[in-house]
């Protein structure tokens, strides 16, 4: 199985950004811990801070994955043209979010992503990922 992680703004500074918030692990390391959890699965990953990079993105892996793992970070709650896009694929979509964003700022608690997506997880971690992961393998 193929599955494609994508993750939006500012994710690329996880490790040293609100670790009490996001953690003090980076993604680079995780990625590499799930590589090697899920040996038999094909892993990639994607980071961008623009949203038109994430959308191109989405169609891309739409023609070449089984499911899509996102976290679109603030564009969750801001993008309808993200929204769209997972709307207009059929690869299935898992929305992840490392914080409860649910008991953060109220502007937060809104996704545009989630009424596309497969299931949203949110307030584990990075754990999250991993759960995702394991919601397409266990479709198998």
């Known amino acids: 199985m193929k599955i494609m992680i994508i993750n939006g703004p500012n994710l690329n500074l996880l490790g040293t950004r609100e670790p009490d918030t996001y953690g003090n692990k980076s993604f680079e390391t995780y990625f590499s811990e799930l590589q090697f959890k899920f040996k038999n699965t094909e892993l990639s990953y994607f ?39 997972v709307k207009g694929i059929k690869t299935p979509v898992v929305e992840v979010h490392i914080s409860n964003t649910h008991a ?37």
């Open 47 to 85: 980071q961008s801070n623009i949203e038109g990079e994430i959308i191109d993105e989405l169609h891309k892996a739409d023609q070449d994955f089984e499911g899509i793992v996102l976290n679109a970070a603030a564009y969750t709650h801001t993008s309808i043209g993200m929204a769209d896009a």
């Open 104 to 140: 953060r700022e109220e502007f937060r608690h809104k996704s545009y992503i989630a009424p596309n997506a497969k299931g949203v997880i949110l307030g584990f971690g990075l754990l999250g990922y991993d759960l995702a992961i394991q919601s397409f393998l266990n479709e198998k």
